[in-house]
């Protein structure tokens, strides 16, 4: 019985264990289960998680590019606006200088007597010439001569050129340092002998050469070969020696010699080469400052036959000076200039071959409505105008450029011409539309600032047909002169000095 229970109790034993070991492994199970079902849960939320991140990237993503786009095109935009001020600002630009071009052009062909200065006279011709031999008397730099008076940098510069050429220093100045650093390092270290060296050297041969089976007696025998040769020995290394020193000491001033030297030599050429230079200079410069005188006094005699020749106005001088006058290539138009000289009068007689109406600019500027600029075609009437203006214009030119020549021509009677067709006919033949006669005295007082070209017209003997819409008729010359004489010109005291 007692066996039984003990066996229950053991098999009770064993069975709660079992139990508790199922329990515990259905427990663990469950917890497992559990953890994989927190872990998947978590998984999934993750992987939502990961999902909507992704999505939002991608949105973000999508935004930035659209935005890009936007600002892209914006920006296209941008530009393509400013390109398009730019091109308005540049055409508007063209245009502006095309206007100033064009008003300018109208304005130098139709003010040809805005070219008009002062007519010489007398009085300045003195005037000058004072002023000629005053500035040549005090050698005056920057007067009528306008040559600039010699600067010495060039000077300088060349005579510094030539004198390093003819010195070279630099080389000298090498050659003395490579003396100097040869006697620096020229150094005598040998040590003079003494009895006590020449004794050890001894002391070390008769160990080398000395031996004795008894060690007294080597050691004896060594002593006494060290006393044999000490003296004789010690004598021959220091004679030796002083023979070396004594070279050395002589060389040692032998370069220094030369050091020295080299250093005399360099001083010497810098005082040579300083010397040299100074006289270069001064012979140089001097060359210059006489170059410049010869050509002051050529000026000023030039000058004054000039002159000269404005007061006396001899044939042979008025001629060549007029053909050299024309054409003038400070004027915008073609014209020719035929001419006589009647000496014995002071007149000049022109036949001026004018430039033709075609010639003139066809373009005209206009204010518009909105107070604008504008380029407009010019009409008929607008070209005859500016037609008329020039060529008078042109005449007042021609005879201010004559006057200045010579004081002894008092009138200049121009002729004007151009070339036409006659009706039913392909022939252009030259036509006189106008002849005027300027006087020297008259026209020395006008103020052509304030007079347009027909008005100055009005103020000397003259001759043309023009109708109300400015176009000249040809004209006949054989007639012309008794109009001028009847001729009364205006009466512009205002507009005369």
């Known amino acids: 019985m007692g066996y039984r229970r003990k066996n229950t109790k053991n098999a009770d034993a064993f069975i709660n264990g079992l139990f508790k070991v199922g329990t515990g492994m259905a427990a663990a199970y469950k917890r497992e289960e559990k953890a994989q079902q927190r872990a998947h849960a978590a998984y999934n939320r993750l992987l939502v998680q990961q999902e909507r991140e992704r999505v939002r990237q991608i949105k973000q993503h999508d935004m930035a590019i659209r935005r890009a786009e936007r600002e892209l095109q914006k920006a296209q935009r941008e530009l393509e606006k400013q390109a398009k001020l730019e091109a308005k600002l540049q055409e508007q630009q063209r245009i502006e200088a095309n206007i100033a071009d064009i008003e300018d052009n109208n304005y130098l062909w139709t003010n040809v007597q805005s070219f008009i200065g002062d007519i010489i006279t007398e009085e300045k011709i003195n005037n000058t010439l004072s002023q000629c031999n005053y500035e040549q008397l005090n050698e005056v730099r920057n007067g009528f001569f306008k040559t600039e008076y010699p600067d010495d940098y060039l000077v300088k510069q060349q005579a510094q050129k030539e004198a390093n050429n003819k010195y070279d220093v630099d080389v000298a100045r090498k050659e003395a340092i490579i003396a100097k650093e040869?006697?620096?390092?020229?150094?005598?270290?040998?040590?003079?002998?003494?009895?006590?060296?020449?004794?050890?050297?001894?002391?070390?041969?008769?160990?080398?050469?000395?031996?004795?089976?008894?060690?007294?007696?080597q050691s004896k025998l060594r002593k006494a070969y060290v006393l044999e040769h000490q003296e004789t020995r010690y004598k021959e290394k220091h004679m030796a020696w002083e023979q070396r020193a004594s070279e050395y000491e002589r060389r040692k001033k032998e370069l220094l010699s030369v050091a020295e030297e080299k250093e005399r030599v360099i001083q010497k050429m810098r005082e040579e080469k300083k010397d040299y230079y100074d006289a270069r200079f001064r012979e140089l410069f001097d060359e210059e400052i006489k170059k410049w005188k010869e050509e002051q006094e050529e000026f000023y005699n030039t000058l004054r036959q000039s002159l000269q020749n404005v007061v006396d106005g001899d044939k042979e001088y008025i001629i060549p000076a007029i053909d050299n006058l024309f054409p003038d290539e400070n004027l915008p138009m073609d014209f020719f200039v035929d001419f006589a000289y009647d000496e014995s009068n002071g007149k000049i007689l022109i036949d001026l071959d004018l430039p033709e109406i075609e010639d003139i600019p066809d373009q005209k500027i206009v204010l518009t409505s909105t107070g604008k600029k504008s380029i407009r075609l010019k009409g008929q009437t607008d070209l005859r105008t500016d037609y008329v203006h020039c060529i008078f214009g042109l005449a007042a030119y021609v005879a201010f450029a004559i006057f200045n020549i010579s004081l002894k021509i008092k009138n200049v009677e121009i002729s004007g011409f151009t070339q036409r067709k006659e009706k039913n006919s392909a022939v252009a033949t030259d036509q006189y539309v106008f002849v005027v006669d300027f006087s020297r005295d008259l026209f020395s007082t006008i103020d052509f600032s304030k007079l347009s070209a027909l008005q100055v017209m009005d103020l000397f003997p003259r001759h043309f047909n023009m109708t109300k819409g400015y176009e000249l008729k040809q004209i006949d010359l054989s007639k012309a002169y008794d109009e001028m004489e009847a001729f009364i010109p205006e009466n512009y005291n205002n507009l005369v000095r």
């Open 182 to 217: 040869e006697y620096d390092n020229y150094i005598f270290d040998e040590v003079e002998p003494t009895i006590e060296s020449v004794s050890q050297a001894l002391e070390i041969e008769a160990k080398d050469t000395i031996s004795a089976l008894l060690p007294w007696k």
